[in-house]
């Protein structure tokens, strides 16, 4: 498994933009799909986004689609998260998580980081 750490998280007003990052350790980072989950204030944890190995397909959420943009440098073993036109629905721990090609369940979890959208 890979070791995960999130950070770029903080407080933004509606409307603006953050970029979240991902590092990754181990040589393998190339060889895992890579996906964002988060969960807000009494919420249940929710699918954000998603990039394969190869970055040649990337999915997300109805909920943030044409707002958020998934992307990854496998030279630096980063997986980003561009968020843009940011609303208060989207406040929540942001969570970065790995899975091995051909495996179902993403196995590798980061800390999370706290993003937090107010006025």
Do not use: H
């Not at 109805?62 to 992307?71: C, E, L, N, Y």
Request: aromatic share 12%.
């Amino acid at each position: 498994q890979v070791q995960l750490v999130e950070s770029g998280g903080g407080l933004v007003q509606p409307g603006d933009s953050l970029r979240l990052s991902c590092a990754a350790s181990g040589r393998t980072f190339s060889s895992y799909t890579m996906a964002w989950f988060r969960q807000g204030p009494g919420k249940e944890r929710e699918f954000v986004a998603m990039i394969t190995w190869s970055a040649g397909s990337t999915y997300y959420a109805d909920s943030v689609k044409g707002r958020f943009t998934i992307s990854r440098d496998n030279a630096k073993s980063t997986v980003y998260l561009q968020m843009n036109s940011l609303k208060p629905e989207d406040t929540a721990v942001y969570y970065c998580a790995a899975k091995r090609i051909g495996v179902v369940d993403f196995g590798s979890w980061g800390q999370g980081t706290q993003v937090t959208v107010s006025s």
